[in-house]
């Protein structure tokens, strides 16, 4: 990569953007929570930057998760998870968006491909028109099957539960 600094403004995601296009790159982008990164969250993002040369991430922020998933989450801290993803050699640059979709970072970035799980349909994915109408690609990749945040989360609770109640403690 050309910029060593992974976790970027959104100014500096634009600037890499153009300069990365500029040099003749295919930029690639997805968001998403990444709380707990576990084994399918790696999948699917080693897949989606294989669709072209760089990939940025638009990474909800602690409180655009909380509006999403409930008062619980996140687990990690926006901090947190944007250095995990900064570690990940797929990934080019990670940007923090506060809203509850990534729409507006979208529309100004204007990546290439954009990509989301299988679970999306193309025309429920945020900012897919944008993307569209500027001659870029919406793509869906299939999901690792019985790998989720949730799942582990509820992995968790149910092993402290019986672990608790195995041991007699509350």
């Not at 996140?74 to 901090?79: A, Y």
């Not at 990749?141 to 949730?150: C, D, K, N, V, W």
Request: aromatic share 4%.
């Amino acid at each position: 990569m050309d910029n060593p600094k992974k976790l970027q403004s959104r100014n500096e995601a634009l600037e890499n953007v153009r300069r990365w296009r500029a040099s003749g790159k295919k930029v690639v982008f997805s968001n998403g929570c990444f709380d707990i990164l576990h084994a399918g969250h790696v999948a699917y993002l080693t897949a989606a930057r294989a669709l072209g040369d760089v990939l940025v991430i638009g990474l909800n922020s602690d409180d655009s998760v909380r509006r999403l998933k409930g008062p619980n989450r996140p687990v990690c801290c926006e901090m947190d998870r944007a250095a995990v993803l900064s570690a990940l050699q797929v990934v080019d640059g990670v940007t923090l968006f506060h809203e509850d979709t990534p729409e507006e970072l979208i529309g100004i970035l204007l990546p290439d491909i954009l990509v989301k799980g299988a679970d999306w349909a193309v025309e429920q994915i945020a900012g897919a028109r944008a993307v569209l109408e500027h001659g870029g690609s919406v793509l869906t990749l299939p999901l690792l099957e019985g790998r989720s945040t949730t799942g582990i989360i509820e992995k968790i609770i149910q092993i402290h539960t019986t672990s608790s109640i195995d041991s007699g403690t509350d």
